[in-house]
């Protein structure tokens, strides 16, 4: 069964340092979202993405992170200048069908911690 | 078993029996619910939906069941199995006043089966 992978499994990077997640959706998957939990936390919703462009974003989502679709088939999410409180797992999912209402299919994710 | 959701977040089963797994949502125009099982160490990995015209779903070995009326969403699983152990999150999507769209994630419950 297709999935989607992420790399790395675990990224420490010092605070104030900028970091690169990524992620390769299912490929005939056209959105595709970013989620982080952070430990002991619910799963919170960052941003989705569709057509080269974000489609939804929460408030976690300012202007530290960015999103990209570099080439047809990787997905990144960059925090530019990292903090403490951006510990946390970070997951990519995708979905075939458009919308935050309808399944997605997640990464196993990325353990990121800011020392 | 039964569990409460939130509230109570782990429940026990023995292997063969039913589990409940209970979830109360706070939005009343919420139009759509997901439910997620994540395994030690995975991303979440989608179970069943329903939309709110219907109240009842089934999949195999699991149904999902809506009250509108009291906001709450369960997740049953049939004939419990050592492989169902697992965190389970209910998720509600709904609009905000500023038509804002969001995917709610509950804090998860945590289902370990007894062999």
């Known amino acids: 069964e297709p999935e989607v992978t992420q790399t790395p499994s675990h990224q420490v990077t010092q605070m104030g340092q900028e970091v690169i997640l990524r992620c390769v959706p299912i490929?005939?998957?056209?959105?595709f979202y970013w989620y982080r939990q952070i430990l002991g936390q619910k799963v919170e919703f960052l941003v989705s993405f569709y057509n080269n462009e974000i489609s939804e974003k929460s408030e976690i989502f300012d202007d530290q992170f960015s999103v990209e679709r570099p080439d047809g088939s990787n997905f990144t999410l960059k925090i530019r200048s990292t903090k403490l409180e951006d510990s946390a797992m970070y997951f990519c999912a995708s979905s075939r069908v458009e919308g935050l209402n309808q399944p997605q299919h997640f990464g196993d994710g990325t353990r990121l911690s800011i020392l | 078993g039964e569990s409460v959701g939130l509230h109570l977040p782990t429940l026990s089963v023995q292997e063969g029996d039913n589990s409940i797994i209970n979830c109360a949502y706070s939005n009343s125009a919420s139009d759509y619910f997901i439910w997620y099982k994540q395994e030690s160490g995975k991303g979440p990995q989608f179970i069943i939906d329903i939309r709110s015209n219907m109240d009842k779903r089934q999949g195999q070995r699991v149904t999902v069941l809506l009250n509108k009326t009291v906001k709450h969403l369960s997740l049953q699983i049939a004939a419990t199995q050592p492989g169902d152990s697992a965190v389970y999150f209910c998720?509600?999507?709904?609009?905000?006043?500023?038509?804002?769209?969001?995917?709610?994630w509950g804090l998860g419950t945590s289902l370990a089966v007894n062999p």
């Open positions: 490929s005939n998957h056209l959105y």
């Open positions: 998720a509600e999507f709904a609009k905000n006043a500023g038509n804002n769209r969001k995917l709610i």
